[in-house]
């Protein structure tokens, strides 16, 4: 093989893996937001939930990073909203209730845009 075929096929293969691993990083994300959530819900009041809003809040903050880096404002700004939202919690202003349902309109707005395939095989569109 060509030198400069080598060095292609290396490439391709290299960016492929990153692809992939950044995707089953997305996913980890994900799988951790239904349980932190629920915690949320869960706690008597902002101060109680102030641990599991700051870890949602990160989260969200590093799915706004992939997002920018895809070009996809509508899904930064879902993102975005939750991740402030989140914050608002830990920060123990406003309502937690109201803060927490701001936080799940973003969660089906984003899936019916981004989200394709089917549970359990979902993909990022
Ligand atoms: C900015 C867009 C966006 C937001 C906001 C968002 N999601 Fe997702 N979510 C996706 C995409 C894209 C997928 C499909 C890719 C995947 O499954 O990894 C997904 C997949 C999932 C999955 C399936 C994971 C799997 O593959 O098994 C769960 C569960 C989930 N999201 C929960 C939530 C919850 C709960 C919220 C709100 C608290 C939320 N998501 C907010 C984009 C988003």
């Not at 819900?41 to 799915?63: C, E, H, M, Q, Y």
């Not at 990073?65 to 920060?91: G, H, L, P, S, Y």
């Amino acid at each position: 093989m060509h030198k400069t075929s080598i060095l292609i096929a290396m490439l391709a293969i290299f960016g492929v893996h990153g692809a992939a691993q950044d995707d089953a990083q997305y996913q980890t994300w994900m799988k951790s937001m239904q349980p932190t959530v629920g915690a949320i819900r869960n706690a008597a009041d902002n101060a109680a939930a102030a641990a599991d809003a700051t870890k949602l809040a990160d989260t969200f903050g590093k799915v706004a990073i992939f997002w920018k880096a895809k070009n996809a404002d509508d899904a930064v700004k879902f993102a975005e909203t939750a991740r402030d939202a989140a914050k608002a919690i830990a920060a123990g202003s406003g309502d937690k209730a109201a803060n927490l349902q701001t936080i799940q309109r973003t969660c089906g707005g984003c899936h019916s845009a981004h989200r394709g395939g089917a549970a359990p095989n979902f993909t990022i569109k």
